[in-house]
């Protein structure tokens, strides 16, 4: 496969190797820093991604953007992407076989980024990349170390968009994301933010004092 961003984007875009490719409006390659020391990794594209041909551009992406400004990043300084790179029919995960046929392109983006830290966003992307039996629910904010590389999973922001009751958790692993950063990371600063606490259930998703 290709051996620079701009080539393994072009393939990406003229990829027909399932099934979702047929009903794309566009591929949804990846988008932010291409030099970025932390990658984001969600499941696949909804509606607005499709459209607009970047990842978490819906109401799941302004909560992903909230939660990276809870610690002081945002989208610039960070990669974010898709196990794949289509939208499965009416939002559904997608099969085993359609993350398999693009896996391929997210190994290729990893080692083109060699990023320090992958966050997992969801269980179908930890599932894929940390463990097969990952339980989203009980391990969500916990590390592990994969070829160097320091790998967690939080709730996919859809999930705390339903269930607004595991805000608190996330607030948690989002500070322990923040550590980690600090720990890990040589040219990602951290903007200081205000003091901070979790939002209420239903209530916004930060609040600065
Ligand atoms: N959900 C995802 O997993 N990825 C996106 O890009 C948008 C929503």
Same mark, same amino acid.
């Given at each position: 496969?290709?051996?620079?961003?701009?080539?393994?984007? %072009?393939?990406?875009?003229?990829?027909?190797?399932?099934?979702?490719?047929?009903?794309?409006? $566009? &591929?949804?390659?990846?988008?932010?820093?291409?030099?970025?020391?932390?990658?984001?990794?969600?499941?696949?594209?909804?509606? $607005?991604?499709?459209?607009?041909?970047?990842?978490?551009?819906?109401?799941?992406?302004?909560?992903?953007?909230?939660? =990276?400004?809870?610690?002081?990043?945002?989208?610039?300084?960070?990669?974010?992407? $898709?196990?794949? #790179?289509?939208?499965?029919?009416? $939002?559904?995960?997608?099969?085993?076989?359609?993350?398999? &046929?693009?896996?391929?392109?997210?190994?290729?983006? &990893? @080692?083109?980024?060699?990023?320090?830290?992958?966050?997992?966003?969801?269980?179908?992307? @930890?599932?894929?990349?940390?463990?097969?039996?990952?339980?989203?629910?009980?391990? %969500?904010?916990?590390?592990?170390?994969?070829?160097?590389?320091?790998? &967690?999973?939080?709730?996919?922001?859809?999930?705390? =968009?339903?269930?607004?009751? #595991?805000?608190?958790?996330?607030? =948690?692993?989002?500070?322990?994301?923040?550590?980690?950063?600090?720990?890990?990371?040589?040219?990602?600063?951290?903007?200081?933010?205000?003091?901070?606490?979790? @939002?209420?259930?239903?209530?916004?998703?930060?609040?600065?004092?």
């Amino acid at each position: 496969m290709a051996d620079s961003w701009e080539m393994l984007e %072009h393939a990406c875009r003229q990829c027909h190797s399932c099934s979702l490719s047929a009903r794309r409006t $566009n &591929t949804v390659f990846g988008d932010g820093s291409r030099t970025a020391e932390i990658m984001f990794i969600g499941e696949a594209p909804g509606a $607005n991604e499709d459209r607009q041909g970047l990842p978490f551009v819906g109401k799941a992406g302004q909560l992903l953007d909230d939660m =990276l400004e809870i610690i002081g990043l945002d989208r610039g300084m960070v990669y974010i992407t $898709n196990i794949c #790179k289509c939208r499965p029919p009416d $939002n559904r995960d997608p099969l085993g076989v359609e993350q398999e &046929t693009c896996l391929p392109f997210l190994r290729k983006q &990893t @080692a083109l980024l060699r990023p320090k830290i992958i966050v997992c966003l969801g269980r179908i992307a @930890a599932m894929q990349l940390i463990d097969p039996d990952l339980k989203i629910t009980r391990e %969500h904010g916990q590390w592990t170390e994969k070829a160097g590389v320091a790998m &967690t999973a939080l709730y996919h922001p859809a999930a705390l =968009l339903r269930d607004p009751g #595991k805000r608190v958790d996330t607030f =948690l692993d989002l500070k322990s994301l923040q550590r980690e950063i600090l720990a890990r990371c040589e040219r990602t600063p951290l903007r200081r933010v205000g003091r901070q606490q979790p @939002a209420p259930a239903g209530g916004p998703s930060q609040e600065q004092a």
